[in-house]
């Protein structure tokens, strides 16, 4: 099972976008998604996670109150509405299932299946 991600593209800061992601087969056994970010010279940082179980919501706080992470359980999908961008957002947006039983919500290394990633640049 691969995921696939879009949505990415060219805005102006201020401007807003959103993400979709989802797998291209039957994801079993799977509780969680992500989205994670790279900017060029930079680590994968975490961005946002959804349990599909609980509905919980997990936002790093340079995002909090301005990107809103949403799932749907049954076609296991989740989607990123990110506003009030700002060039700092610019990155390769990756979305990720996360390996059950992990301990961690924010560490790339619980996630074992990744999307292609989608391109976000914020034009300041």
Known sequence: ???Q???G???QAGASLRLSCGPNGRLSNRYMMAWFRQA???ERE???AFSWSSGNTYYADSVRGRFT???DSAKKTVDLQMNSLK???TATYYCASRRPYSSSINSADSYDIWGQGTLVTVSS
């Open 1 to 3: 099972v691969q995921l």
């Open 5 to 7: 991600a879009s949505g």
């Open 9 to 11: 593209g060219l805005v």
């Open 40 to 42: 060029p010279g930079n």
């Open 46 to 48: 975490f961005v946002a």
């Open 69 to 71: 992470i949403s799932g």
């Open 87 to 89: 060039p700092d957002d």
